[in-house]
């Protein structure tokens, strides 16, 4: 492949780095407040919907690698540019770049309404937002290995707040569950589809791939990634529908942030304060993730050095966050943005592997005839 | 340049982040740890907030603050209209609700506690006996800030499983259940003490009705697990045989602490809706009078069966009386939504089934010890 990506040892990362980046890069702002989406859907038995979410990913995620080991060292632009050709492949590309910048905006925005809702009422969006694209500008300037050891570290450090579940549990009522599958299959499969803007992220592995260096444990690491993801998720899902009461689950906004209110530590009396500031932390690698894969399509098309990018990139977010003022209009960009992830994430790797699969016969087919 | 780009960058950061929100600095602020609500002129709210200051000495004032106003957030300001500092919520730890109010509904109350970000899910919350102001504003002798009095009051006795759990997180759980109903402890104000005396039950968030502290027990027995508490209750005397006592009377008062109860709910029709309950009880006898020979594994058998059949006609009698002032506070509802396939529960409808409800108790009582002397 001509435009496949040659990279030095010293710029590879090792496989078991995939484990953090998926799992980091699915978790971020979603989590807040999924269950009451999926719990419209689903009702009790929202937790079903998450689990076959989950499943969903990884068969996703399956089609994803096969995609990928079809070109063994190219990323999804250059995959779109061969099995498209130049025109519609960079079309493809042009997309697929603004898809990742919406997911950025999204998970920025959401994370800055968070903020003000719980903690700084007071505080602008436009200086939270500047502060957060800092950050993330310096990070993203740090290069790869720098994003890679965010991701690393932001798991390591936060992983902390998941034994805190433990504290609502004294309130839960497991017959809250019963009746199993009482919802209908339409309503629990609407359920898995409203988890798409919670559970996407890890896509980023399309972008990823070359810059592996162990190619052969990908499978593995990327699975085990999904895996705790999963885990994680039906966690928060079955404490949440114990601990609130079906009307209730459906009028809180942030479900896990209200999860968080009822503990009280002798030290920390309003503990869901210090778990939406340590949420940066969560967040930044979810952020660091997207601009680099943004990047990385962006420097096919045309050609500009990353803190050029970076810049252009943040300034327009920035400007564009300014215009989403209130809940409601969030509201319809994640339910906007939900829905045509879906169809990127969901459906398009099915389509485009197939595609790849029936060219590549195509093409073997030809060079035998000749 | 380049070398010194993220430096510039931590400075820029660091500059700006210093005081961008609001500051509260706890000299300025005043704490509010109690808030009671009652019904005022037309419809109005009428609050009252005890507030606590801190001065730069390090010793603390209480203030109450009473305004009356349509809503309740907007006596908030008119409270700050009348102090000097600013007042905050996030220490807030009750709120109280006069009995009046409570009666037209706390609904509308809940749900705006439940909005508010600096709202803790444990606060705790119950009805006054009368006005809470009257309560709030009275000078008791023994009671520096009565705020942090009725928190303990309240969080004491609920620990120690004396009154049923009202934390904010509960009664919001409860009250959006379509199969449960608010309960609350009642304080009431006695001469220059405050006590809790009962249990206020609501149907949809309107208190409908009453029961006496004691009876609270038997509430909680249904509603939850037991693992401390203690009851008094008395026995029928014609339901032991006389040869057991030395001089027989016509009652006989007893004093256990469960240690450990544990429950068991079937519904056994879904049309009526019939429903049995099994309750094993495991205590501990603390007093009894008069004098029986627990000692005798005969006379134990006796007394636990006696024990048992008091207990859960007592049970039959408080669920009685919740339904008739149809207020579901155990939950059988719940029960009965989770058993039931696409039963489709609303409020409304298991209202309508719960007048008619039929509950078969049975209770096992067990005595494990009776202290350190036969």
Same mark, same amino acid.
């Given at each position: 492949?001509?435009?496949?990506?040659?990279?030095?040892?010293?710029?590879?990362?090792?496989?078991?780095?995939?484990?953090?980046?998926?799992?980091?890069?699915?978790?971020?702002?979603?989590?807040?407040?999924?269950?009451?989406?999926?719990?419209?859907?689903?009702?009790?038995?929202?937790?079903?919907?998450?689990?076959?979410?989950?499943?969903?990913?990884?068969?996703?995620?399956?089609?994803?690698?096969?995609?990928?080991?079809?070109?063994?060292?190219?990323?999804?632009?250059?995959?779109?540019?061969?099995?498209?050709?130049?025109?519609?492949?960079?079309?493809?590309?042009?997309?697929?770049?603004?898809?990742?910048?919406?997911?950025?905006?999204?998970?920025?925005?959401?994370?800055?309404?968070?903020?003000?809702?719980?903690?700084?009422?007071?505080?602008?969006?436009?200086?939270?937002?500047?502060?957060?694209?800092?950050?993330?500008?310096?990070?993203?300037?740090?290069?790869?290995?720098?994003?890679?050891?965010?991701?690393?570290?932001?798991?390591?450090?936060?992983?902390?707040?998941?034994?805190?579940?433990?504290?609502?549990?004294?309130?839960?009522?497991?017959?809250?569950?019963?009746?199993?599958?009482?919802?209908?299959?339409?309503?629990?499969?609407?359920?898995?589809?409203?988890?798409?803007?919670?559970?996407?992220?890890?896509?980023?592995?399309?972008?990823?791939?070359?810059?592996?260096?162990?190619?052969?444990?990908?499978?593995?690491?990327?699975?085990?990634?999904?895996?705790?993801?999963?885990?994680?998720?039906?966690?928060?899902?079955?404490?949440?529908?114990?601990?609130?009461?079906?009307?209730?689950?459906?009028?809180?906004?942030?479900?896990?942030?209200?999860?968080?209110?009822?503990?009280?530590?002798?030290?920390?009396?309003?503990?869901?304060?210090?778990?939406?500031?340590?949420?940066?932390?969560?967040?930044?690698?979810?952020?660091?993730?997207?601009?680099?894969?943004?990047?990385?399509?962006?420097?096919?098309?045309?050609?500009?050095?990353?803190?050029?990018?970076?810049?252009?990139?943040?300034?327009?977010?920035?400007?564009?966050?300014?215009?989403?003022?209130?809940?409601?209009?969030?509201?319809?960009?994640?339910?906007?943005?939900?829905?045509?992830?879906?169809?990127?994430?969901?459906?398009?790797?099915?389509?485009?592997?197939?595609?790849?699969?029936?060219?590549?016969?195509?093409?073997?087919?030809?060079?035998?005839?000749? | 340049?380049?070398?010194?780009? /993220?430096?510039?960058?931590?400075?820029?950061?660091? @500059?700006?982040?210093? *005081?961008?929100?609001?500051? &509260? #600095? +706890? $000299?300025?602020?005043?704490?509010?740890?109690?808030?009671?609500?009652?019904?005022?002129?037309?419809?109005?709210?009428?609050?009252?907030?005890?507030?606590?200051?801190?001065?730069?000495?390090?010793?603390?004032?209480?203030?109450?603050?009473?305004?009356?106003?349509?809503?309740?957030?907007?006596?908030?300001?008119?409270?700050?209209?009348?102090?000097?500092?600013?007042?905050?919520?996030?220490?807030?730890?009750?709120?109280?609700?006069?009995?009046?109010?409570?009666?037209?509904?706390?609904?509308?109350?809940?749900?705006?506690?439940?909005?508010?970000?600096?709202?803790?899910?444990?606060?705790?919350?119950?009805?006054?006996?009368?006005?809470?102001? /009257?309560?709030?504003?009275?000078?008791?002798?023994? @009671?520096?800030?009565? *705020?942090?009095?009725?928190? &303990? #009051? +309240? $969080?004491?006795?609920?620990?120690?499983?004396?009154?049923?759990?009202?934390?904010?997180?509960?009664?919001?759980?409860?009250?959006?259940?379509?199969?449960?109903?608010?309960?609350?402890?009642?304080?009431?104000?006695?001469?220059?003490?405050?006590?809790?005396?009962?249990?206020?039950?609501?149907?949809?968030?309107?208190?409908?009705?009453?029961?006496?502290?004691?009876?609270?027990?038997?509430?909680?027995?249904?509603?939850?697990?037991?693992?401390?508490?203690?009851?008094?209750?008395?026995?029928?005397?014609?339901?032991?045989?006389?040869?057991?006592?030395?001089?027989?009377?016509?009652?006989?008062?007893?004093?256990?602490?469960?240690?450990?109860?544990?429950?068991?709910?079937?519904?056994?029709?879904?049309?009526?809706?019939?429903?049995?309950?099994?309750?094993?009880?495991?205590?501990?006898?603390?007093?009894?009078?008069?004098?029986?020979?627990?000692?005798?594994?005969?006379?134990?058998?006796?007394?636990?069966?006696?024990?048992?059949?008091?207990?859960?006609?007592?049970?039959?009698?408080?669920?009685?009386?919740?339904?008739?002032?149809?207020?579901?506070?155990?939950?059988?509802?719940?029960?009965?939504?989770?058993?039931?396939?696409?039963?489709?529960?609303?409020?409304?409808?298991?209202?309508?089934?719960?007048?008619?409800?039929?509950?078969?108790?049975?209770?096992?009582?067990?005595?494990?010890?009776?202290?350190?002397?036969?």
């Amino acid at each position: 492949m001509k435009n496949s990506i040659q990279l030095s040892q010293k710029s590879t990362i090792n496989a078991f780095l995939l484990f953090f980046i998926i799992h980091t890069a699915q978790i971020g702002v979603g989590i807040h407040g999924f269950q009451r989406i999926i719990y419209q859907d689903a009702k009790h038995d929202a937790w079903i919907s998450v689990l076959l979410a989950g499943i969903a990913t990884h068969i996703i995620a399956f089609i994803m690698i096969k995609t990928l080991e079809m070109y063994s060292s190219n990323d999804l632009y250059g995959i779109h540019q061969d099995v498209f050709g130049k025109w519609i492949g960079n079309f493809f590309n042009i997309i697929y770049i603004l898809y990742c910048s919406a997911a950025f905006f999204s998970v920025l925005r959401n994370y800055i309404e968070v903020v003000q809702t719980w903690v700084f009422p007071n505080v602008n969006t436009w200086f939270l937002a500047a502060t957060l694209l800092l950050i993330v500008m310096y990070t993203f300037t740090g290069g790869l290995r720098v994003i890679v050891g965010v991701s690393f570290f932001s798991l390591i450090l936060s992983i902390w707040l998941l034994p805190m579940l433990v504290y609502p549990l004294k309130f839960m009522e497991p017959r809250s569950l019963l009746p199993i599958l009482e919802a209908d299959m339409s309503g629990i499969l609407k359920g898995v589809q409203s988890m798409t803007f919670t559970i996407i992220g890890f896509e980023v592995l399309n972008v990823i791939y070359p810059f592996i260096k162990d190619k052969n444990n990908v499978r593995k690491y990327v699975h085990l990634g999904l895996l705790a993801t999963t885990f994680i998720y039906v966690s928060v899902m079955l404490v949440s529908i114990t601990y609130f009461s079906g009307d209730l689950l459906t009028k809180t906004i942030w479900a896990t942030l209200s999860l968080f209110s009822i503990i009280k530590l002798p030290f920390v009396e309003r503990f869901e304060y210090i778990a939406v500031c340590f949420w940066m932390l969560i967040i930044l690698p979810n952020l660091c993730l997207y601009v680099w894969a943004a990047y990385r399509g962006t420097i096919r098309l045309v050609n500009v050095n990353a803190t050029k990018f970076v810049w252009i990139f943040s300034l327009s977010i920035f400007i564009a966050s300014l215009v989403v003022k209130n809940r409601t209009q969030i509201n319809m960009v994640n339910n906007y943005f939900g829905q045509v992830a879906f169809y990127v994430i969901f459906v398009y790797p099915i389509f485009l592997y197939v595609v790849a699969v029936v060219k590549r016969k195509f093409k073997s087919h030809k060079e035998q005839i000749e | 340049m380049k070398k010194y780009r /993220s430096y510039i960058l931590y400075l820029l950061l660091l @500059i700006s982040l210093v *005081g961008c929100a609001e500051k &509260k #600095l +706890l $000299e300025k602020v005043g704490l509010t740890t109690l808030i009671g609500y009652d019904l005022g002129n037309e419809d109005n709210v009428k609050t009252t907030a005890v507030v606590r200051q801190v001065n730069t000495e390090f010793q603390s004032q209480v203030a109450i603050i009473t305004s009356e106003n349509e809503t309740s957030q907007g006596t908030r300001t008119k409270i700050n209209r009348r102090s000097s500092k600013k007042i905050m919520a996030g220490q807030l730890r009750g709120v109280l609700f006069g009995e009046e109010l409570a009666r037209k509904g706390v609904g509308h109350y809940v749900d705006t506690l439940l909005k508010h970000s600096e709202m803790s899910g444990s606060v705790l919350l119950a009805v006054v006996e009368g006005q809470s102001k /009257s309560l709030l504003e009275f000078e008791y002798p023994d @009671i520096d800030d009565i *705020g942090d009095h009725i928190y &303990k #009051l +309240l $969080e004491q006795n609920i620990k120690g499983e004396q009154m049923i759990s009202s934390t904010l997180h509960e009664v919001g759980h409860d009250y959006y259940s379509p199969g449960r109903d608010i309960a609350m402890p009642i304080l009431k104000k006695d001469k220059e003490l405050i006590e809790i005396s009962g249990v206020a039950l609501f149907k949809n968030g309107e208190m409908v009705g009453k029961l006496s502290a004691k009876d609270s027990f038997y509430v909680k027995l249904i509603r939850d697990n037991y693992n401390t508490g203690k009851l008094e209750m008395m026995i029928k005397g014609d339901e032991l045989p006389s040869s057991l006592m030395k001089n027989p009377s016509d009652r006989i008062d007893l004093v256990f602490d469960p240690i450990k109860t544990k429950k068991e709910l079937k519904l056994v029709n879904q049309a009526t809706p019939e429903f049995d309950l099994q309750i094993n009880v495991k205590a501990r006898l603390m007093e009894i009078k008069p004098y029986i020979d627990v000692g005798k594994p005969k006379n134990v058998a006796k007394l636990e069966k006696a024990i048992g059949k008091s207990l859960s006609e007592e049970l039959s009698r408080v669920i009685a009386l919740s339904q008739e002032a149809d207020s579901d506070v155990f939950g059988f509802g719940e029960y009965y939504r989770s058993t039931v396939r696409h039963s489709d529960l609303t409020q409304e409808k298991w209202h309508g089934l719960y007048k008619e409800m039929k509950v078969n108790v049975h209770v096992d009582f067990t005595l494990l010890r009776s202290g350190i002397m036969e």
